[in-house]
């Protein structure tokens, strides 16, 4: 976190813009061609923030008291910045004055945090348990038994380990599925006791909950006398005591689910030859979100599914039972030919708005070597703010240490949090297109909601069932279409956007962070000058390409590189410094001048270039795109390579194939994967064993750096990166080749220097793009 | 045919024995190796257990004291047998010479098999025969005298013998019991079977049959287990050869006659072939009544009219009668059906596979109709053969498969005749020329028949075994499988029912046949399905829930069923871990057409039995019922025509889950272990149609029911049985099966699936001609029964009937078998009750009874005289039956929907000697049982009529299938606290169990239980009934002849139906 602060873009507020100072008029905005948006991070921790142990002051608009009121303190008054009404101080403000401020009226306390007394926002029931565990946290386990023995291995080992890391008070279930749905009802001590559900139809929530023999919260099951038993057993009162025979807290169920996870055996139906096996994933969630909805709206609870492979039974059904229908590929989407995948969202947007209505997180953990449906059920995922850690094999360490993160506690604890909710207000004509990110729209109109809808829009709040620290969303907004020139010159120079997250922490306490900043409008038609400084280029390159990969995913026939193409030439034909139809005379701001090369490698991002992937891996590239922080998806887009050599120190090296030198090792950070790559020289000397030898100390050092920064990354991210090590012209260096820009290709390669590489590609590289580039700039 | 072998011989295979190899259909039994695991199960069961343990040890060389089976009834009845009937025609008393046969039996038996216990039983000792002659003395009950054709010519005179049967006039016997005119025991030297008229054996003589009949003793109490079996009627085999499936303790024994109606028939015996004379006459009972005084003499007059001393009974006749299918090449009329009788195959099959309503068929569709009688065939291919009775044998033809006809497709029997030096055949059924199959070819002998015939099963035995070739399998011969499936809803377990179920099924475990074939699961369900993976190596079972009772499932493909072997511990853990798991449930709905139907899932791939145990009316999933009895109840105000609805099933659900179970052999039995209404009517049509049976234990009491589940359910599951069975009957041609009866899958208008069939159920086929008949000629029926064994081989048992046809309309009446024809009666009546109104089913049980008596009024009486009731002499019990039949539960208007529900459902499946008892029970004395004698002896039955009550007295009553125990109101204390150790009528418990306390009286009264229970295969529930109490009415109810329940008295009855004819013949 100290390192944060050293060079943290993102400061106290966590947040980051395209543009720092605004355009004033919707037509000026669009003259911008990156859109005005906004990236926050809701609830990322930082040092300075003050936490504040009362609840905030709001003003009739519903924006909180913030430093930018203001304030008048004989009369007791404060003025909202947004809606200008006038408020009065309650009576305990009433010590109010110029040198008695409270926390959120400090300047610099841009951001404050509230901490709510559950008992002030819970119903009164909840008072019999202690406040810190009214809400321990639920995690309902969902497994995959349709693998094979190593994988079920695997898988077993890290769900025990996750047991074992778990809060005493935390609830456990668990539930496993193959061709049927097995949901284990771990408080039965007489014997292991399943409730059993077919794969091959569709459940509704109530009936799941009919079926195991829960009450439905509000509604009182007729003859389920016996289910009051556990009433306020673990501070849960009686309305869904049903619900503790399958959840219990894990210091008193471990050994239960211990020996249940030992006698689990593989999904024993039959298959047959040359058909894969029939797994019910869908039916699975459904049935554990169902199981979830005993517990009442506002208790965050957690699916953590384990799944191993595609469903081929019942509703979310991706590909057929049959071996030789290959799982869907991006070429079958396009052309329409993937018979099961608009049926299959449909059925995991279902499953997403039950999820988001009981508030409850669904975290998906696949490994297999085939696809296993990510693409289908992104939304789910997404819309409930999960994880989500795709890997080839639950024996990977891409699993293991991502699913141990995490439950693991202290300072890389992934610090999950729960039932979050995201409100904006802003000033006046400023209007919210919408999201991109792990969240769900509360469609909580208001004046502030655009027309224009862009991802998850049509509201002022937004729902996270989960979220954590790193949680990144981005706000699209516009502005409203009259022509606010004409009015008078009254007008704030400054806008105001508040950012009001209100969520549940690990410890079951109820936070509300509130973050209100402030730009500056200038009058574009005047100076573009400030405009330009105001520029954040990685954050827009970011923008831009989740903007791509959502219309890569909504909008039919999408040409995302010619899109892109078009943006960055009338951006640079906006912005740069040229004289017309002379591409030599071209010049670009150096606050923009990065862009371009962003771009570039945007357009060469597995985001755009799907056809390299598979619909999973594009959709988990683009979930992580759209919840990590601008820095991280910023590598994700353009990855950083660092060179080590014994000449000098550590140094960040081009992305390009002229980087590659015999005795220099590359660390290339593509934030999926971390790849190690060792010079043809190098490699041959640490096959020779001198680093072991104590006169090449330096030699062992020099080996043992990039790994050493590969670690700390490492333990930094999550999901954990591949890490790939590899030497010069091995077949693992195509994951270093594919990022690096062929500027040396088998075209021009006569003119190379001598232990340095080539890329066989056709692509263009990076100079003939900017030469392409200029030239279409420039012209009139 | 060189793969044949002959069936005496022994096949290394073994596939055709008929010996001692056990392994065959039924080996021994597993219990047989442990006497005391039988005997500990009992004990805990709290039953009565006269001499347990010994016989079970060693069958032979035991002291004879369990003797238990019918033979020894002559000794008890010894004396007053004779008596008893003295009127019955000089020919009546045939039985008796049952002394003679079995002196024979057993050195010569019946094909010299090794026979095991009937040839080497030692001679009972003689303290048996001193006993026997000890009770010789006249007994001063059954004043009845039937039999005689003679009439009273002085039918006014009033206290003069108004009935009289047979042929020689009897004289009343109130005074003279030991009536001369007792044609009595033949004195075994005499000509066995010869006609004994004027021969009027003193009674005592029947002393003299004594020794005679000892012989016969040892067949019957061969059957080791005797007396342990019955106390746990478990009738598991015996070491015996396989053929005999259960010999000794499951055999029942008769040892009251129903009728006298043998008597007009001679006894099998050499020389014996029914002499025409005889029948001259003999064949009618009448019974005067005055003509005025009938209508008026109803109700009082009765008595001082008619004495109801005369009028025809059910005679109980204990002794075995040795009964040959064939004499002199004719069908031989069977024995009664209730009677004690050890059939030999010479040719037709045993009455107790098939059975004829008449044993001639009459030629014409019209004759048949002029005669009022039905033609109808009862079938029980499985039936439990006498242990003296030779095995079936089986017979084995290799690859090919078993001769058979190639168009009718009939299978060959000995009424196929060899034409053409043996190279042709032709079919007795289709009438078709068949060529010999090569290797089957043999020559003629000089009689026309095949030189080997005698010497092959299948060309000289009306019933025989095949081994099933493989084009009769579709599949490999399924597997035993057993599938518990047990309600655990809050009902069942506050009742205790769940409870005695897992102790039922935990103990019945063991009973199962043994062997990796044979495979077992078990579920429990409430609201919800909760199967149970036994399969477990290192845990404890797990339990999986099927919640979805709308659209069931199974839970796991595999590992629900389970080898016995591999989960016999987890299975007992687990059956007595059920009843304190669920011991709180609190979820009162149950969903027994779910649970059923996730069951059948379960089971799908291989077929087999499914036992659901029960408790409350299945009110939730699919097939849900509702209370409609109540519904009912507030109907019945508006329209009494409705009523018969609620006997119908609620809705086609289960009917069309029956008829898919049944496609995939899957069996369902159901016990139901209530305490309210439960819906019989839509329950039981899946056991009907699955060929299962239906257990109600009506008021359940944990106390006194447990003991009764335990023991039906051991006898489901070791009762001789097949499974995945078809059934065909053929016959001649002219006459065809119109219609099949009982519990059973119909897909095809031909066969009928069977997906389990045991021993107990028999099946009606009604018969229709469609030409004539040549007059004289042979008519056969086959009986072909497809099916698997327990032990998973593949059989055909062929059951031939060959009978003669007749124009003579008094040759029906003849040979009319009383029993049969009132079982269809009784069946058709059952098969009417849901479909039409009451009173119309009621009419028409009446109007057959009169059309019949009409007929033979009209054309074939003798005498005349229109103030006689003149009633044919094999039917003339007919219109006591039918009046009980009337009274009996289901034809009842006022009984519960359940119990004419369950009636009507026993009924479907019931076999001719069940069906007597169950309209017409037993009732016999038990405060004055004779103790000092040392058999477990039935004492003789007492006519169903208060008049032969006394207030002092105890008595017993049964029907087959529920007992009732009466005590008077001034019983003597001191019997009291023998019996029920309490001293006055009110002490005794009304949640009754019968126990055994140290004193012969009581001891006895257990042996007495015990047999009555061995007898009809059915571990009867005692309910003891006080006088003035409801269950003093319900035992009074039970006594057909008095005026009772709305309907008539015996004596009334007859007066009713006498006016009737006349009526009808002016």
Redesign the interface.
């Known amino acids: 976190m100290s390192e944060m602060a050293v060079t943290d873009p993102e400061g106290m507020d966590g947040v980051r813009m395209t543009w720092n100072v605004w355009p004033r008029t919707k037509v000026e905005t669009s003259k911008c061609v990156i859109p005005l948006a906004v990236s926050i991070a809701p609830i990322r921790p930082h040092q300075d923030i003050p936490t504040l142990p009362y609840a905030p002051l709001r003003c009739r608009c519903t924006a909180a008291l913030n430093p930018f009121a203001r304030v008048d303190f004989s009369a007791k008054h404060w003025m909202c910045p947004f809606c200008f009404n006038r408020n009065q101080f309650p009576p305990h403000y009433s010590q109010i004055s110029e040198t008695n401020l409270p926390g959120e009226l400090y300047p610099q306390y841009t951001t404050v945090q509230y901490s709510l007394n559950p008992a002030t926002l819970m119903q009164p029931q909840s008072m019999d348990g202690t406040s810190q565990n009214s809400h321990p946290p639920v995690f309902l386990f969902v497994l995959d038994t349709c693998m094979i023995e190593e994988e079920l291995g695997y898988a077993k080992s890290a769900l025990k380990q996750a047991i074992g890391l778990l809060p005493d008070n935390a609830l456990v279930g668990f539930v496993s599925f193959g ?2 749905v ?1 949901v284990h ?1 771990l408080g ?1 001590s ?9 794969g091959s ?1 569709e ?1 509704s929530k109530d ?1 799941v909950m ?4 829960l009450a439905i919260p509000g509604r009182r099951a007729v ?1 389920a ?2 289910l009051q038993k556990g009433a306020t057993q673990n501070g849960f009162p009686g309305s869904h005591s049903g619900i503790t025979r399958f959840l219990l807290p894990a210091s008193e169920c471990q050994y239960t689910l211990d ?1 249940v996870l ?2 689990l055996q593989r999904d ?3 298959v047959a030859p040359g058909s894969r096996q029939s797994r019910c994933t869908g039916v699975a969630l459904t049935v554990a979100a169902g199981l979830l909805g005993a517990f009442p709206q506002s208790s965050g609870a957690r699916i953590v599914a384990l799944v191993g492979g595609p469903c081929t039974e019942g509703p979310g059904t991706i590909v057929s039972k049959d071996l030789s229908d290959p799982v869907r590929s991006h070429k079958d989407l396009d052309k329409d030919a993937a018979p099961f995948f608009k049926k299959a969202v449909k059925f995991y947007e279902g499953l997403a708005k039950q999820l988001v209505n009981q508030g409850h997180v669904l975290d998906l953990f696949a490994s297999a070597l085939d696809q296993v449906g990510l693409a289908e059920m992104k939304v789910a995922v997404e819309r409930t703010g999960g994880l989500v850690v795709l890997s080839e094999s639950f024996g990977h360490s891409v699993f293991k240490d991502s699913f141990r993160r995490v439950f693991e506690d202290g300072e890389q604890s992934l610090g999950l949090c729960s039932n979050g909710t995201l409100e904006i207000v802003c000033t006046k004509d400023i209007k919210i297109q919408g999201v991109f990110g792990p969240c769900t729209s509360l469609e909580q109109k208001g004046a502030a909601v655009s027309d224009t809808v862009v991802g998850e829009g049509g509201t002022t709040a937004w729902n996270m069932c989960g979220l954590d620290k790193s949680t990144c969303l981005t706000v699209l907004f516009d502005l409203s279409l009259g022509d606010k020139t004409s009015t008078p010159g009254t007008v704030n120079p400054q806008l105001y956007l508040q950012f009001r997250t209100s969520f549940q922490n690990l410890e079951g306490q109820n936070m509300l962070r509130v973050t209100t900043v402030t730009r500056r409008w200038i009058d574009t038609a005047v100076s573009s000058e400030d405009l330009i400084q105001g520029f954040d280029q990685e954050t827009a390159a970011v923008v831009m390409a989740r903007m791509a990969s959502f219309k890569m995913e909504t909008e039919d026939g999408f040409d995302a590189t010619r899109w892109l193409d078009r943006s960055l030439i009338r951006f640079c034909s906006q912005f740069g410094d040229y004289r017309k139809d002379d591409p030599a005379s071209f010049t670009l701001n150096p606050s923009l001048s990065l862009f371009p090369q962003f771009m570039f490698n945007l357009r060469r991002s597995q985001f755009v270039q799907v056809f390299n992937n598979s619909p999973d891996e594009t959709a988990y590239f683009r979930m992580l795109l759209n919840r990590e922080n601008i820095s991280n998806a910023a590598v994700m887009i353009q990855p950083s390579l660092i060179s080590y050599s014994f000449n000098s120190l550590p140094q960040p090296a081009l992305l390009d194939v002229a980087s590659i030198a015999m005795d220099k090792i590359l660390l290339l950070d593509s934030y999926f994967s971390i790849v190690i790559f060792h010079g043809m020289t190098i490699a041959q000397w640490r096959n020779m064993g001198y680093h072991n030898q104590p006169e090449y100390q330096a030699f062992g050092l020099l080996l043992l750096a990039p790994h050493e920064d590969a670690r700390v990354i490492v333990k930094e991210r999550f999901p954990v990166p591949r890490l790939v090590v590899c030497d010069q012209h091995g077949s693992q260096a195509r994951f270093l080749l594919a990022k690096l820009n062929p500027s040396a290709t088998h075209s021009n390669s006569h003119d190379m220097a001598a232990g340095s590489d080539v890329i066989f590609t056709d692509d263009v590289s990076l100079q003939v793009f900017i030469e392409h580039l200029q030239k279409l700039a420039v012209q009139s | 045919m060189t793969s044949f072998l002959h069936p005496g011989a022994q096949r290394p295979g073994g596939s055709n024995s008929n010996s001692p190899p056990p392994s065959q259909q039924h080996p021994p039994h597993p219990n047989y190796g442990n006497p005391n695991a039988l005997a500990d199960n009992l004990q805990s069961m709290n039953l009565n257990r006269p001499n347990y343990a010994a016989p079970r040890a060693s069958p032979f060389g035991q002291p004879p004291p369990p003797i238990s089976s019918a033979a020894p009834s002559p000794g008890h009845w010894a004396g007053s047998q004779p008596v008893a009937r003295p009127g019955p025609s000089p020919l009546s008393m045939i039985t008796r010479p049952m002394g003679g046969p079995p002196s024979r039996a057993p050195p010569g038996a019946f094909i010299g098999r090794p026979m095991g216990p009937a040839g080497s039983h030692p001679p009972p000792p003689s303290s048996l025969q001193s006993s026997v002659a000890n009770h010789v003395g006249p007994s001063p009950r059954f004043p009845v005298s039937t039999g005689g054709s003679a009439t009273m010519p002085t039918a006014t005179g009033v206290g003069a013998l108004p009935f009289a049967t047979g042929m020689v006039s009897s004289t009343p016997l109130g005074a003279t019991q030991a009536g001369p005119v007792s044609v009595g025991p033949p004195v075994a030297s005499g000509p066995r079977f010869g006609p004994q008229v004027g021969v009027p054996p003193p009674t005592v003589t029947s002393s003299a049959s004594a020794p005679s009949q000892v012989p016969t003793m040892p067949p019957f109490i061969s059957g080791p287990p005797r007396t342990a079996m019955q106390t746990a009627p478990s009738f598991s085999s015996q070491p015996q050869p396989a053929m005999v499936p259960l010999p000794g303790s499951s055999f029942v024994a008769q040892p009251w006659q129903m009728r006298p109606g043998q008597i007009d028939q001679p006894p099998p015996g050499p020389g014996a072939v029914q002499p025409p004379r005889m029948y001259a006459l003999p064949n009618q009972s009448m019974t005067s009544i005055s003509h005025g005084m009938a209508p008026t003499g109803a109700s009082s007059g009765g008595p001082s009219k008619i004495d109801p001393n005369q009028i025809p009974r059910p005679i109980p006749n204990s002794t075995v009668i040795l009964h040959e299918t064939r004499q002199g090449d004719q069908a031989n009329p069977p024995p009664p059906a209730t009677s004690d009788y050890i059939a030999r195959d010479t040719g037709n099959c045993s009455p107790r596979y098939m059975r004829c309503t008449i044993n001639q068929i009459p030629c014409t569709a019209d004759l048949l109709a002029t005669s009022g009688m039905q033609l109808a065939l009862l079938v029980q291919p499985l039936a439990l053969p006498h242990p003296s009775e030779a095995p079936i044998q089986v017979v084995d033809f290799g690859e090919s498969g078993p001769v058979r006809c190639s168009r009718c497709k009939g299978y060959i029997n000995p009424f196929m005749r060899f034409i053409d030096q043996g190279r042709k055949f032709i079919c007795n059924l289709c009438g078709f020329t068949d060529e010999t199959p090569r290797d089957y070819h043999c020559n003629l002998g000089p009689d026309g028949r095949r030189r080997d015939a005698d010497g092959r099963p299948e060309l000289c035995k009306g019933t025989v075994e095949f081994v099933a070739s493989k084009e009769y399998m579709i599949r490999e011969p399924m597997p035993a499988v057993y599938f518990f499936l047990i309600d655990v809803s809050m009902n069942a377990m506050q009742i205790g029912a769940t409870a005695a179920a897992c102790s039922a099924i935990s103990q019945v475990i063991s009973e199962l046949p043994e062997g990796p074939r044979t495979l077992v699961g078990i579920a429990t369900f409430d609201s919800a399905i909760h199967f149970y993976n036994l399969k477990r190596a290192l845990q404890q079972p797990l339990m999986l829930i099927v919640p979805d009772i709308q659209d069931v499932y199974t839970p796991l493909q595999s590992d629900v069923i389970v080898p016995l072997s591999e989960c016999r511990q987890h299975l007992e853990l687990l059956l007595e871990s059920i009843p304190t798991m669920f011991e709180n449930n609190r979820i009162a709905e149950s969903a027994f057409g779910a649970g059923i139907k996730a069951a059948f899932l379960a089971m799908k791939i291989s077929g087999g039995k499914l036992l659901v145990f029960q408790s409350v009316l299945p009110s939730v999933g699919i097939g849900a019922l509702s209370a409609r009895d109540a519904e009912g109840r507030t109907n019945i105000s508006a329209g009494e025509k409705e009523t018969h609805k609620l006997l119908q099933p609620a809705d086609k659900t289960l009917k069309t889950m029956a008829i898919e179970f049944a496609e995939y052999q899957v069996c369902v039995d159901v016990f139901l272990t209530t305490q309210s209404y439960i819906d019989i009517a839509s329950i039981s049509v899946v056991p009907q149609t699955t060929g299962g049976q239906v257990y109600y234990y009506q008021s359940f009491s944990a106390l006194s029911d447990t003991a009764k589940l335990y023991n039906d359910l051991r006898w489901n599951i070791t009762r001789p049985q097949g499974f995945e069975a078809v059934m065909r009957v053929r016959c001649s041609q002219g006459i065809q099966v119109q219609e099949y009866h009982g519990n059973f899958c119909k897909r095809i208008p031909t066969d009928i699936d069977l997906p389990a069939i045991d021993c107990d159920k028999a099946i009606m086929v009604s018969l229709k001609h469609d030409d004539k008949l040549p007059d004289g000629s042979e008519f056969a029926f086959q009986c072909a029964l497809l099916y698997t064994t327990l032990y998973g081989q593949r059989r055909i048992r062929v059951t031939t009937l060959s009978l003669s046809v007749t124009s003579m309309l008094s040759s029906l009446f003849r040979v009319a078998d009383l029993d049969a024809q009132f079982t269809c009666l009784l069946k058709q009546a059952a098969i009417g009750i849901p479909s039409t109104p009451l009173l119309q089913v009621r009419e028409h049980a009446i109007n057959t009874c009169i059309n019949i008596l009409l007929s033979y009024r009209k054309f074939c009486a003798t005498v005349s005289s229109s103030g006689q009731l003149i009633l044919p002499e094999a039917l003339k019990l007919l219109p006591l039956y039918t009046l009980a039949l009337l009274k009996s539960v289901g034809l009842q208007p006022d009984g519960k929907i359940d119990d004419r529900s369950i009636w009507v459902n026993f009924v479907s499946s019931i076999s001719a000697p069940l069906a007597i008892p169950l309209v017409y029970p037993r009732m016999i004395s038990v405060h004055d049982l004779k103790t000092n004698e040392d058999e477990s002896m039935v004492p003789s039955s007492i006519p169903l009529s208060s008049e032969h009550l006394s207030d002092g007295g105890i008595y017993l009553l049964e029907n087959g299938d529920d007992a009732l125990i009466y005590v008077g109101a001034a019983v003597d204390s001191g019997i009291l606290l023998q019996l029920f150790g309490a001293s006055t009528v009110e002490e005794i418990p009304s949640q009754f169990v019968l126990q055994q306390y140290d004193n012969p009286l009581s001891k006895k009264l257990n042996e007495v239980v015990n047999e009555i229970r061995r007898q009809r295969c059915s571990y009867l529930r005692l309910r003891i009934c006080k006088k003035g109490s409801p269950s003093g009415m319900l035992f009074f109810s039970q006594l057909v002849e008095d005026k009772n329940q709305g309907c008539m008295s015996y004596v009334e009855f007859l007066v009713h139906i006498h006016r009737q004819i006349q009526t009808r013949m002016s």
């Open positions: 061709t049927q097995q009802e039965f007489e014997l292991s006791k399943v409730y059993v559900f077919r139809k459940i009936r009919e079926q195991l023999d003859g006398v016996n020996s030992d006698e024993q139906w039959p």
